[in-house]
Structure formats: C-alpha cells, structure tokens
C-alpha cells in the first residue's frame, strides 16, 4: 500500500484508493471486485498490536492474497478487539483470484493459526450461530453482532410479520433495531437493512451493522417474501382467531392501559402501543409469544384499532405506564451510502471501516474527557 496517512496524520481515502486503483483498471469485467473479512481473537485473548498484524499477514498470505494490496482497521467492541482486512480480489495483471471454498479454506487457516499462536479456540459457527433459545440482547456481554444475527433468525422462523413496522416492533421487543435503507446512488436503486443493539429502555448502542454481516436470508429482499407469507399464513381462516380472543377478553376487563398491558402479558402477549407528543395513541401492535404472531390492531380488525383503544384509554396521560412504547433510531450520522448486498465498492467498503474507526475514537475521547471532569470534582 502507498502511505495512507496525509500531512495531519489523518487516513486519507484518496491515498488508499490509489492503491486500489491500478488493479481495477486492469479488470473491469469482473463485478464483485472487493475482499472484506473479519477476524475475531477471543476477548481472553491480550494480543499486541504487532501480533494482530503478524496474525492478519499471514492470514492474506495462505488465503492467496499475500501479494495484493490491502488495508488492516482495528475495532474494538467492548472487551474484543478485532481485525476488518479490506483487498481486491484482481491481481495487478487483471486476472481475478480464484475463490473457490473460500469460507471453508477460511476456517482451516484459522483454525492453524489458533493453535500456532495460542489462541483460545472459536466456537463452531461462533459469528452466526443461531442459538434455538430466543433472548434479549444484552450489549455489554458483547458478540453483539451474534446475539443480534441469532434473535433476528430466531424471530423470522418463530413468528409471523407482515409488515416492516410489525418486523421492527417485534425486534424492539429482544432489543433489536432495524432500518430500511432505500434510495439511488449514481442511478443504480439500492435498498438494504441496517441492524443495531437496543438497551432496555429502547436506546440505541453501540455501532449498527448491515444486514449484508449477518447474511442474505435477513436482508432486504428475504424479508420482502417474509412478509409475503406471512400475509398469506394469517389470512387463513383462524390465523388470528386466538390472538382476538385474548385482546376482547382484557378489554372488556381492563380500565387503564397499564392494567390491560399487564393482563395481556401473563397471557404471553405484548401489547405495543406507540403514542404521540400529547400523549395520544396512534398505534398498537399485538405480539403473541406462544402463537408466534405479531400483528398491528388493524389486522384484527376495525374494533382493535388505535383510536379504539384511544377512546377506551382516553384518560390516561402518557405517565401512566405503557408496554413499551417505539422509538424510531437516528438515521446513521455517517453517510446515506449503502450498496446491495452483493456489490461493493473498496472505496464504500473503506469508508464505512473509518467510519466505525472514527465513531470509536469519539467514544473514547468522550469517555477521557467525563474521567477528567470527574477527578477535578
């Protein structure tokens, strides 16, 4: 690689591009031209910088990219540090590198280079296994991307959404946020799904990822049939029948919406009501835990309606205790930039590395200047 640093010392894209630049010249055939992988030691794991580096180049050497250009950012995501490696897949003579079993050979080499530097072993599929037992995200165990990878294919095998708002609801419910991201870039249409870590009162943490980390089976297209079905799977006759039932029952014995939330949760549904800034209800969605179905009130029909409800609750301020209410997630402050799952350019692939890189050290300039405040107390 040319230096990537400028004058200031800050990275500079241009500088890396530069690199980079020479080999997409050479082939302009070739579509998916950009090599990303993550390497993940175990938090129990105290490695040097110089270790994570010699980790990182004999990895690119054995997966036959030793000789490419590439760029090494180290994240740290609470006790885990790790490594974001970012190449080409065309060599300097425009030949694209053969990737065939790519992922296998992946875990091999791994695997060896664990057992040549003492590295505590990974578990099996430890980036996206999918745990059977469905849980809140807890940030501060952290593997957050596997615990978030693991809720969102728990939920899209155990319940039935048909619709984007009812997919997030549900996932705010195991602190999961989700945005859609849509739009065009250059005249090419792009859409995609970003996930994210929630606390338990409904705040975002930590940095959100792209559904392209986790797989295709959670991005934007899969969900597009998800939803499809589940449409077509609550239209049957029945579908909602149990759900109904169990929402007339509260009402007619509930006064207040605390109450009503309560009774319907001993009953494993949740109901999610989202109010405005006067405290008002404009909507609710149902989550039935043992039928595996979340459905907003108008599903159910006209008589589970926010303004039913609103009517029946109209008294109550917005003090008076809810489920739990949605909050929409800020837009990612970074950039409007997101490319299907399958395209990537290294420049999109770069910056969104700096990105995380530059939002870590904000943290922890943060975090130094609150210490210092607090010694001079």
């Known amino acids: 690689m040319l230096d990537p640093f400028d004058a200031t010392g800050h990275m500079s894209h241009e500088r890396c591009m530069a690199s980079f630049e020479p080999f997409l010249q050479a082939n302009r055939r070739t579509t998916n031209t950009v090599f990303h992988v993550s390497l993940n030691?175990?938090?129990?794991?105290?490695?040097?910088?110089?270790?994570?580096?010699?980790?990182?180049?004999?990895?690119?050497?054995?997966?036959?990219?030793?000789?490419?250009?590439?760029?090494?950012?180290?994240?740290?995501?609470?006790?885990?540090?790790?490594?974001?490696?970012?190449?080409?897949?065309?060599?300097?003579?425009?030949?694209?590198?053969?990737?065939?079993?790519?992922?296998?050979?992946?875990?091999?080499?791994?695997?060896?280079?664990?057992?040549?530097?003492?590295l505590h072993p990974?578990?099996?599929?430890?980036?996206?296994?999918?745990?059977?037992?469905?849980?809140?995200?807890?940030?501060?165990?952290?593997d957050v991307k596997q615990q978030v990878s693991s809720t969102v294919r728990s939920c899209l095998r155990h319940y039935r959404c048909a619709s984007f708002g009812e997919w997030r609801t549900l996932l705010e419910t195991?602190?999961?946020?989700?945005?859609?991201?849509?739009?065009?870039?250059?005249?090419?249409?792009?859409?995609?799904?970003?996930?994210?870590?929630?606390?338990?009162?409904?705040?975002?943490?930590?940095?959100?990822?792209?559904?392209?980390?986790?797989g295709k089976d959670?991005?934007?297209?899969?969900?597009?049939r998800y939803y499809e079905r589940s449409k077509t799977a609550l239209k049957e006759p029945g579908a909602l029948d149990g759900l109904r039932e169990k929402v007339v029952d509260e009402m007619a014995r509930c006064s207040s919406r605390a109450e009503f939330c309560e009774r319907l949760h001993d009953k494993g549904v949740d109901a999610v009501f989202r109010l405005?800034?006067?405290?008002?209800?404009?909507?609710?969605?149902?989550?039935?835990?043992?039928?595996?179905?979340?459905?907003?009130?108008?599903?159910?029909?006209?008589?589970?309606?926010?303004?039913?409800?609103?009517?029946?609750?109209?008294?109550?301020?917005?003090?008076?205790?809810?489920?739990?209410?949605?909050s929409k997630q800020p837009q990612s402050s970074s950039k409007e930039l997101y490319q299907s799952d399958q395209l990537i350019h290294p420049l999109d692939a770069i910056l969104e590395l700096a990105d995380v890189q530059t939002y870590e050290e904000q943290q922890q300039q943060i975090r130094k200047k609150k210490k210092r405040s607090m010694n001079r107390h």
């Open 41 to 118: 030691p175990s938090p129990e794991d105290r490695l040097t910088d110089e270790h994570l580096g010699e980790i990182a180049r004999e990895y690119m050497e054995r997966m036959g990219y030793g000789e490419q250009s590439y760029i090494v950012f180290k994240h740290r995501d609470i006790a885990r540090e790790h490594l974001h490696i970012v190449s080409l897949r065309i060599d300097r003579e425009g030949r694209k590198l053969p990737h065939d079993f790519e992922a296998r050979r992946s875990v091999e080499i791994t695997r060896d280079l664990e057992q040549k530097y003492g």
């Open 122 to 142: 990974s578990i099996k599929g430890q980036e996206l296994q999918d745990r059977e037992e469905l849980r809140k995200v807890d940030y501060q165990k952290g």
């Open 174 to 214: 195991f602190n999961v946020s989700v945005e859609e991201r849509t739009g065009t870039i250059d005249g090419r249409d792009y859409a995609g799904m970003i996930y994210g870590a929630l606390t338990d009162d409904g705040h975002g943490i930590g940095t959100p990822f792209k559904s392209s980390r986790i």
């Open 218 to 224: 959670v991005g934007y297209e899969a969900l597009q």
């Open 276 to 326: 405005n800034a006067a405290g008002r209800i404009y909507g609710v969605t149902f989550i039935d835990h043992k039928q595996g179905i979340a459905a907003n009130g108008s599903l159910l029909g006209r008589s589970f309606s926010a303004n039913a409800f609103e009517q029946q609750f109209h008294t109550e301020t917005m003090s008076m205790g809810v489920s739990r209410s949605t």
